[in-house]
């Protein structure tokens, strides 16, 4: 059964890079037609899609956010990451990874979540 | 991008059937069938309850169904449970080869 876990700091300062981890258990993430996602929620609002990532490297990423974010995968670890620069609060969230459906956009299998506060 | 446009709240009583409806435009929700619906209890991560427009996903109940009609989309649950109280998304492909979420919609089971 395949599950997804966040990790990384739950602190980050204004103007720093946030840099979160997702590890996939129970498969691979280098299997054909598979692709995983970022996703986050700030407290109190609606869902926000960050990016998405091909198990063969590609990227796609939100226009209001590209210019910030970087989602990269290493296979030997079996996680994809996700890094977003010059954080403000605005970027303080609930931070999901979840993987998308083969053969469709939906994401079926989410992480449990892991919130980033931004402050000094 | 601007999100799909949904109603903030929808009410019904146990038993009742509800509509949630989910507006874009041609270029996401019109334009595609990659049209998704989640639900999420507070403090949960969201659960898939259809893809592609109409698709539920194994283990969800066949009370939730999605439709489609130009640039509008719908989820209905029908047979209103206390569960289903939660807050829905829908989210669609887009024009540009982004994903975009809607505004989302608080269900209360009244």
């Known amino acids: 059964q395949l599950q997804l876990q966040e990790s990384g700091p739950g602190l980050v300062k204004p103007s720093e890079t946030l840099s979160l981890t997702c590890t996939v258990s129970g498969g691979s993430i280098s299997s054909s037609d598979q692709y995983w996602g970022w996703i986050r929620q700030p407290p109190g609002k609606g869902l926000e899609w960050i990016g998405s990532?091909?198990?063969?490297?590609?990227?796609y990423y939100n226009p209001s956010l590209q210019s910030r974010v970087t989602i990269s995968v290493d296979t030997s670890k079996n996680q994809f990451s996700l890094n977003l620069s010059s954080v403000t609060a605005a970027d303080a969230a609930v931070y999901y990874c979840a993987r998308h459906r083969p053969g469709t956009k939906a994401f079926d299998i989410w992480g449990q979540g892991t919130m980033v506060t931004v402050s000094s | 991008q601007s999100a799909l446009t949904q109603p903030a709240s929808v009410s019904g009583s146990p038993g009742q059937s509800i509509t949630i409806s989910c507006t874009g435009t041609?270029?996401?929700?019109?334009?595609?069938?990659?049209l998704s619906w989640y639900q999420q209890h507070p403090g949960k991560a969201p659960k898939l309850m259809i893809y592609d427009v109409s698709n539920r996903p194994s283990g969800v109940s066949n009370r939730f169904s999605g439709s489609k009609s130009g640039n509008s989309a719908s989820l209905t649950i029908s047979g209103l449970q206390a569960e289903d109280e939660a807050d829905y998304y829908c989210?669609?492909?887009?024009?540009?080869?982004?994903?975009?979420f809607g505004t989302g919609t608080k269900v209360t089971v009244l």
């Open positions: 989210y669609s492909y887009t024009s540009s080869s982004s994903l975009v």
């Open positions: 990532i091909y198990y063969d490297g590609s990227t």
């Open positions: 041609s270029s996401d929700v019109g334009g595609y069938n990659y």
